[in-house]
T-cell receptor, first 115, second 113 residues
Framework: SQTIHQWPATLVQPVGSPLSLECTVE??????LYWYRQAAGRGLQLLFY??????ISSEVPQNLSASRPQDRQFILSSKKLLLSDSGFYLC??????????????FGPGTRLTVL | GDSVTQMEGPVTLSEEAFLTINCTYT??????LFWYVQYPGEGLQLLLK?????DKGSNKGFEATYRKETTSFHLEKGSVQVSDSAVYFC????????????FGSGTKLNVKP
């Protein structure tokens, strides 16, 4: 069965510091991968998605970036964090080919607090 | 563009009460529709899904029917439990771009014993 991991689970960082969040998926090949952000008490905002190694699509211009160095690894980064980057970051994956449903499956999330 | 609108919460019910959380959507064509549930401090879990008109998704006592004529996908449960307390998200997937998921703002459900 497929599983998705995210780490760290929680992170407290000062403003202006760098960021690296990691997501890995097990039990599937060539998944589509997604990064979402959820602000406190709000819905989900799609940040990036990737359909393959090295392929990144950005949905929202900001100081964040994403990379996919391996098939089942997705990384969210920032060179300098802003207060507004605080939130709950969720990674998700979708199995390509099952177009009839195309549901996304989510990881446990990373709680980021920028002070 | 595509969008999802959910009833605002929080919704507070007593145990064993009937639950309805309204969800309507706007989309071109025929999207796939989903309900996700998020327990405190956790990621989203897929609760149920439907891909075409009149499809009924069901899981763990929850049901939702894809209504094309009213562009709705309301979530229902006949008898809620305290353990159902969570935030529920309605979502749609754009058939023209499967990478585009549109989520509602979420509805918080509190079930009291």
């Amino acid at each position: 069965s497929q599983t998705i991991h995210q780490w760290p689970a929680t992170l407290v960082q000062p403003v202006g510091s760098p960021l690296s969040l990691e997501c890995t998926v097990e039990g599937t090949s060539n998944p589509n991968l997604y990064w979402y952000r959820q602000a406190a008490g709000r819905g989900l905002q799609l940040l990036f998605y990737s359909v393959g190694i090295g392929q990144i699509s950005s949905e929202v211009p900001q100081n964040l970036s994403a990379s996919r160095p391996q098939d089942r690894q997705f990384i969210l980064s920032s060179k300098k964090l802003l207060l507004s980057d605080s939130g709950f970051y969720l990674c998700a994956w979708r199995e390509v080919g099952q177009a009839s449903y195309n549901e996304q499956f989510f990881g446990p999330g990373t709680r980021l607090t920028v002070l | 563009g595509d969008s999802v609108t959910q009833m605002e919460g929080p919704v507070t019910l007593s145990e064993e009460a009937f639950l309805t959380i309204n969800c309507t959507y706007t989309a071109t064509g025929y999207p796939s529709l989903f309900w996700y549930v998020q327990y405190p401090g956790e990621g989203l879990q897929l609760l149920l899904k439907a891909t075409k008109a009149d499809d009924k998704g069901s899981n763990k006592g929850f049901e939702a029917t894809y209504r094309k004529e009213t562009t709705s996908f309301h979530l229902e449960k006949g008898s809620v439990q305290v353990s159902d307390s969570a935030v529920y998200f309605c979502a749609l997937s754009d058939r023209h771009n499967f990478n585009k998921f549109y989520f509602g703002s979420g509805t918080k459900l509190n079930v009291k014993p």
